[in-house]
């Protein structure tokens, strides 16, 4: 047995229909369309998957669970998407999944033949959550177009560990497992790289916290919500609501960002 012992809340029953067993991990898959998601779901949890619908949305639902080194790892494969601003149905899905479902880790799944597109999304993850694995899937595609990666150096970049994998022939998954065991477990840190604004942004950015720290404590990262809020995203505040329930303390955030 190792120490994990995390119980997954209330929000992931409720609102997500999903129920993992105890001291399961739950992995949220996340990644541009077509970038081979489903492929490394389906290598990693064979045949021990489950799909159906979000609850309330026409939009695929794939849960799947796989073991590795005695821990037990809950899988939920989210829709394809450039960005988690939910300006669709399936950006709304995988934000809220990742802001409220409380996963132990997320896993961005890139296109090795088109890194700069795709970093988009890592980097608004990052904003999130510290718990991000990059999988840099593809690399035979690359290697065929002649792309190089360098792979510690974007590591390095991102400040979260990158495994580079061929999911569709299995190669790079070993280590892919042991990097998800590690950052779910919480057997290592990371410090993602957080991208820094303009002055002023950073300055109304400072005024906004500590209302929001009040208000939404440790259950999200408040400087991704300053930052929602100063983009005017009502949305976000009621996703806030709904899935905090936290109703009545809202006008103090409403007021503060003058939505
Ligand atoms: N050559 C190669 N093809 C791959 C690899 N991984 C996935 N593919 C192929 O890429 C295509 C898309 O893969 P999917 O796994 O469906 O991608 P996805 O990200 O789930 O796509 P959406 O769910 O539609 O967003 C399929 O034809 C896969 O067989 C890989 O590592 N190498
Ligand atoms: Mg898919």
């Known amino acids: 047995?190792?120490?994990?012992?995390?119980?997954?809340?209330?929000?992931?029953?409720?609102?997500?229909?999903?129920?993992?067993?105890?001291?399961?991990?739950?992995?949220?898959?996340?990644?541009?369309?077509?970038?081979?998601k489903s492929t490394v779901f389906n290598t990693l949890t064979g045949l021990r998957q489950h799909t159906g619908n979000w609850p309330g949305k026409t939009v695929d639902n794939a849960q799947g669970t796989f073991s590795y080194r005695k821990q037990s790892f809950l899988l939920v494969d989210l829709p394809g998407t450039y960005s988690i601003l939910a300006h669709t149905v399936e950006e709304q899905i995988a934000r809220d999944f990742i802001c409220f479902g409380e996963p132990d880790a997320t896993l961005v799944v890139l296109d090795a033949t088109c890194l700069e597109r795709n970093l988009n999304l890592v980097l608004q993850v990052m904003e999130i959550t510290p718990n991000v694995i990059v999988c840099v899937n593809l690399?035979?595609?690359?290697?065929?177009?002649?792309?190089?990666?360098?792979?510690?150096?974007?590591?390095?970049?991102?400040?979260?560990?990158?495994?580079?994998?061929?999911?569709?022939?299995?190669?790079?998954?070993?280590?892919?497992?042991?990097?998800?065991?590690?950052?779910?477990?919480?057997?290592?840190?990371?410090?993602?790289?957080?991208?820094?604004?303009?002055?002023?942004?950073?300055?109304?950015?400072?005024?906004?916290?500590?209302?929001?720290?009040?208000?939404?404590?440790?259950?999200?990262?408040?400087?991704?919500?300053?930052?929602?809020?100063?983009?005017?995203?009502?949305?976000f505040l009621e996703s806030i609501s709904r899935y905090l329930e936290i109703q009545p303390e809202m006008k103090v955030l409403q007021e503060a960002a003058a939505l």
């Open 1 to 36: 047995m190792n120490g994990y012992q995390k119980t997954h809340g209330r929000v992931l029953r409720e609102h997500f229909g999903i129920i993992p067993d105890p001291g399961q991990c739950v992995i949220a898959l996340a990644g541009n369309p077509n970038v081979g």
């Open 139 to 235: 690399i035979d595609e690359a290697r065929k177009k002649n792309i190089t990666l360098h792979i510690a150096a974007l590591e390095n970049e991102l400040g979260v560990p990158v495994v580079a994998t061929a999911a569709r022939r299995g190669e790079g998954l070993d280590t892919l497992r042991e990097t998800l065991y590690q950052v779910s477990t919480g057997a290592h840190k990371y410090s993602p790289r957080q991208l820094t604004y303009s002055p002023s942004i950073e300055e109304a950015i400072q005024e906004l916290l500590p209302n929001i720290q009040r208000l939404v404590g440790h259950k999200l990262n408040p400087r991704w919500v300053a930052l929602r809020l100063l983009d005017g995203d009502k949305a």
